[in-house]
């Protein structure tokens, strides 16, 4: 049977691990230390996880898609299609360096496998394509995981209008055959094309770690 999860309507989704959640000993002394400090409260640390996620995933595609638009701009669509290959992935690399987080953009039809979703991931982004199939508005999420040491902040991605199309279209359409080309032999099992513009592309799933959450409180 397909589980699907009913994303945020109005507010956020937030699961725990239930009221026997155990964390490790050096989080939960560091939270509760803070908390304590500042007298935190759940839902402060989960607003703050929201918005440092979001700020996260804005700058993330603000990157992805400038450096798209750079390398199609010095090399036409072969440059557009080799920076999706080779360079993107490094641009989340170096994103998630720079916060001590992990970065990543997932979709059910992958381009990259390291793009593929995790089996809780999965879920989440069946839920996100569950509600972009029935005109339900998907906010951003958090998820309490690895027993609540880290908030998993996701968010739907969508197909703009445009360019993109040129490379994540309809094959027999929207994409010239010597794009196709470049773009199925470096991965043959591609899985990212025949979108139309305002369709899921997937979802960008960011793993924060609750005490660097706390900690910028």
């Known amino acids: 049977m397909k589980i699907i999860i009913n994303l945020i309507v109005a507010g956020f989704l937030i699961s725990s691990c239930g009221p026997q959640e155990r964390v490790s000993k050096e989080v939960f002394e560091a939270v509760n230390q803070k908390m304590e400090v500042k007298k935190l409260s759940d839902f402060e640390i989960v607003q703050?996880?929201?918005?440092?996620?979001?700020?996260?995933?804005?700058?993330?595609?603000?990157?992805?898609?400038?450096?798209?638009?750079k390398a199609k701009e010095e090399n036409g669509?072969?440059?557009?299609?080799?920076?999706?290959?080779?360079?993107?992935t490094q641009i989340l690399k170096e994103i998630s360096e720079k916060y001590?987080?992990?970065?990543?953009?997932?979709?059910i039809m992958y381009r990259d496998p390291t793009d593929k979703p995790t089996e809780y991931e999965l879920l989440l982004l069946e839920a996100y394509e569950y509600n972009a199939e029935n005109g339900i508005k998907s906010d951003p999420s958090i998820q309490k995981i690895e027993n609540g040491d880290v908030l998993l902040f996701t968010k739907a991605i969508f197909i703009?209008?445009?360019?993109?199309?040129?490379?994540?279209?309809?094959?027999?359409?929207?994409?010239?055959?010597?794009?196709?080309?470049?773009?199925?032999?470096?991965?043959?099992?591609?899985?990212?094309?025949?979108?139309?513009?305002?369709?899921?592309?997937?979802?960008?799933?960011?793993?924060?770690?609750?005490?660097?959450?706390?900690?910028?409180?």
């Open 48 to 69: 703050e996880a929201t918005v440092w996620g979001d700020s996260i995933a804005t700058e993330a595609q603000a990157q992805l898609i400038s450096n798209l638009q």
């Open 77 to 88: 669509v072969d440059g557009a299609v080799e920076f999706c290959n080779v360079k993107a």
């Open 100 to 107: 001590n987080v992990d970065v990543r953009r997932l979709s």
């Open 160 to 217: 703009p209008e445009g360019f993109c199309l040129s490379f994540q279209g309809d094959p027999s359409q929207s994409i010239d055959a010597k794009t196709l080309e470049k773009i199925i032999t470096p991965n043959p099992d591609d899985k990212s094309l025949d979108y139309n513009a305002g369709d899921l592309r997937g979802m960008w799933s960011i793993r924060l770690p609750k005490k660097q959450v706390v900690n910028r409180l």
